[in-house]
């Protein structure tokens, strides 16, 4: 099961003084307020006499974001460009993933250092991160991330996943990795990949990850790219297993192609399991004909996050860990137009990808955490639209990133 969120991380339990933020507009509200924070949490409670202020000029304040799907450790983020070769399999892309690995002369803890502290100056105040599990990097990737996260820990949130990119079946070895990482408490959730379609061995990879599950207390979440029949078979096979385990709430499915354009009433009949499972998924955004239907799943009350994916690693050029411009190119994928869609973009961004992560939600309301950013701007649409820099960025009640820089 994904480890439960730090208090203390939250700014729960904090001891430092009340801050108070001045002028400000909570979601572009017409009239500016006073935010006032108390312990790491939103308060209602009039501003104590000793607080600290600190002035929003009338900015906007909106929740920090989560990216409930990234790969930091294959990252070249921060370093000199890499000319990419043709792939047009998860095999070649894998097989350059290894070479890349290799040609690296920083470490991943580096690497996905610099990648995760880019992404606090965006506005992320949690993520899960997924590092590849394989003979060809042991758990170098699980470490790295590791490392990343406890410099981060007063920032940012991170849950760690084993994927094993390479396959489970098909890579001897990588069976192994993955139970020793489970077993010793290095990750949170364990990972698979496309059991049919990549592994050839759906029965086989599903019935070891689900055991893991079971056995030590992690989550799940399994990329799956299969589309059509195979991937709703698949689809089927992790309903299938999370109910006869009773994984309930610990089971997250990724990218999920399968979905992206099934007629309503079959959507809403497998909405309907995924629901009564509480099954996560999220989407990455990567085109009009594969992004997820997610106010129709939401609609049936299932968990439905965005992520960034891969970062400017073997598989694309592209990509920044800012998941503000990953909501806006949701909204773009989607052709959204009204504000109301362009506005649900960022609330996909920002609570769909905390309830998929089990975090609280960082609303304003009071009681909530102390995690947004300040930006200028009229309104959330606009803010979607234009991508404006992110002034401040606050984790319970603190900034931790000024300008663009951290704190």
Known sequence: MPSAPDPSRHGAGDTGRPVVFRDVRPF???????????????????????????????RIALPTLVDAHIHPDKTTWGGPWESRRAAHSIEEFAAQDAELFRRQRRSVGERAYGLMAHAVTRGTRAMRAHADVAPAYG?????GLAQARERL?????????????????????????????ARDGAVDLIGGIDPAGFDG????????????????GVGLDLHLHERGAQGLTSLRRILDRTRALALHGRVT?????????????????????????????????????LVLPIAALTGHGVRVGLGSDGVRDSWSPFGDADMLHRA???GRVRDDRLDAELTACYLTGAHGGAEVL??????LSPGSPADFLLVRGECVPQIVVDLPPRDLVVRGGRIVARDGALV
């Not at 312990?39 to 002035?55: C, K, N, Q």
């Not at 996943?161 to 396959?167: E, K, L, T």
């Open 358 to 363: 089990g975090l609280p939600r960082a609303d």
């Open 253 to 289: 499915v990724s990218h999920v192609f399968c979905l992206a354009d099934l007629p309503e009433a079959e959507l809403a009949a497998v909405a309907a399991d995924l629901r009564e499972l509480d099954i996560a998924l999220t989407t990455v955004a990567p085109s009009g004909s």
């Open 153 to 181: 820990r007063h920032a940012l949130d991170v849950q760690i996943v084993a994927f094993p990119q390479h396959g489970v079946v098909r890579a001897p070895g990588t069976a192994r990795l993955l139970t020793d990482a």
């Open 328 to 330: 806006h190119q949701l």
């Open 139 to 143: 758990t170098a990737g699980v470490e």
């Open 201 to 216: 061995a759906p029965e086989a990879q599903l019935d070891l990850v689900f055991d893991l599950a079971d056995r030590y």
């Open 28 to 58: 572009g509200a017409a009239r500016p307020v006073d935010l006032t924070v108390v312990d790491g949490l939103i308060s209602d409670r009039a501003a104590p006499a000793d607080a600290e202020v600190v002035e929003g000029g009338g």
